[in-house]
């Protein structure tokens, strides 16, 4: 159904109804943000950086082959964007790593521990920091997005097995580099 | 570690294949270290999303609303943009076209021209200082060219799809289909050797019935504003 519904959009929007393309805009801001904002540990950076992808993937809309789906297209749109900022950027990104972090809705009623899972949410966002790029990707895609192995693949344009050792790699850094801050998964 | 069984470490720590511990590894140290990665891994699907900032949506948009392309992004949209052009030269003959059909037309034939304009400059300036002698024939591939940039001219006007383009488009075919006429018969005048026949013809066999088809063809366009 929603397939449906986006390819007429799409025709829509390439038909020269600039307006409809607000529609995949509502439907997607909230991941391709999400996606910028776990790559970059800011919030001010995912703002920019989902506007940018928005206007990359409406100028590149005509490349866009119709049958297929759009939301791992968008991705590996977003993707670009974001990799080519990284690459730009020379600021330590760990010091951004939650100093800007964006509200989320955590539905723990403890305070306390909602305040523990916060400060957890942080710590960890710095590990991804750390990680390099395509592996951060990897893991981001995978566990935070909750993407499958193949449209990871897809989406990375890589093979099925490379993005598995990709999250493979990446988890255990993340396991080596909490393992030296003495944090523990369970913590 | 083999890479298969790495690969299959990660699908149980997506929630596929077997469950812990791995039947493959006995050390409890091992056992220890994969139920770390299985906590880290729950930890980040467990971990609330960032909400976007309110006004994104409209923020996108609104650039979306103000861009403005660059001059090379229109000419390749312009290019590369499908138009609803299409070819039936008989049709043009009977029943009502397009202005852009029409205009369609025109290109080509401008088209053609300059690429016989090209063709005869190059052709005639092998033939060096005896062109000096030619009069009327070495002015033909300047002509071509000329009659290129006209019927180039007369096309893109015609996009108009109006009253006034289709009115100089007519005179622009009537003066073409008389000048082709006349150039067939004023250059062998002029010039006694094998190449002026080729001109000649070129001029009255290609120039006049194109001329009677692109004056057809504007006829037909008329009928519409009849």
């Known amino acids: 159904m929603k397939q449906i519904d986006e390819r ?3 025709g829509r929007v ?3 109804e600039t307006e409809a393309f607000g529609v995949l805009v509502d439907l997607y801001k909230g991941p391709v943000f999400r996606l910028a904002f776990r790559m970059t540990g800011s919030a001010q950076d995912a703002d920019d950086l989902t506007q940018e992808s928005f206007l990359r993937a409406y100028q590149s809309l005509r490349r866009f082959k119709v049958g297929k789906r759009f939301f791992p297209w968008l991705y590996t749109v977003s993707l670009n964007v974001i990799r080519n900022h990284l690459r730009k950027a020379n600021t330590l990104l760990e010091e951004a790593a939650g100093q800007k972090t964006p509200r989320a809705t955590d539905s723990r009623d403890d305070p306390a521990e909602a305040a523990m899972a916060r400060e957890r949410g942080m710590k ?3 590990y991804l920091l750390k990680l390099p790029v395509p592996v951060r990707e ?3 895609l995978r566990f935070y997005e909750s993407m499958s192995f193949e449209d990871i693949a ?3 344009e890589d093979t099925l097995s490379s993005a598995k050792m990709k999250v493979y790699r990446g988890l255990e850094k993340t396991r080596r580099m909490m393992e ?3 944090f523990t998964a369970s913590d | 570690m083999k890479e298969a069984d790495i690969e299959r470490i990660v699908e149980q720590l997506s929630g596929k294949g077997e469950a812990f511990p791995l039947a493959t590894e006995d050390s409890p140290e091992e056992e220890n270290r994969l139920k770390q990665l299985e906590a880290i891994a729950r930890m980040m699907r467990e971990e609330p999303a960032p909400e976007p900032p309110a006004n994104l949506g409209d923020c996108i948009m609104s650039r979306l609303r103000t861009r403005r392309p660059s001059p090379w992004k229109v000419l390749s949209e312009a290019l590369l943009k499908p138009h609803e052009v299409s ?8 029943s009502p076209i397009s202005g852009q059909e029409c205009s369609f037309y025109f290109i080509m034939v401008g088209a053609f021209y300059a690429i016989l304009g090209m063709i005869l400059m190059v052709g005639l300036h092998k033939l060096g200082e005896s062109l000096v002698t030619l009069g009327w024939v070495r002015w033909q591939p300047q002509i071509a060219l000329a009659t290129a940039l006209c019927m180039v001219a007369m096309g893109l006007y015609l996009l108009n799809d109006g009253r006034l383009a289709l009115r100089i488009a007519r005179i622009g075919a009537l003066i073409y289909l008389g000048f082709a006429f006349l150039n067939g018969i004023i250059v062998p005048l002029e010039w006694d050797i094998p190449v002026s026949a080729f001109v000649s013809m070129l001029s009255s066999l290609v120039g006049v019935p194109t001329g009677f ?3 057809r063809a504007i006829q037909n366009c008329g009928k519409r504003y009849a």
């Open chain 1, 138 to 140: 990897a893991l981001v």
């Open chain 1, 180 to 182: 030296a801050d003495g």
């Open chain 1, 8 to 10: 007429e959009i799409i």
């Open chain 1, 14 to 16: 390439l038909g020269g």
């Open chain 2, 87 to 94: 070819f039936h030269p008989l049709n043009a003959l009977r």
């Open chain 1, 154 to 156: 897809r989406v990375t």
């Open chain 2, 213 to 215: 088809f692109l004056f």
């Open chain 1, 124 to 126: 960890l966002q710095g």
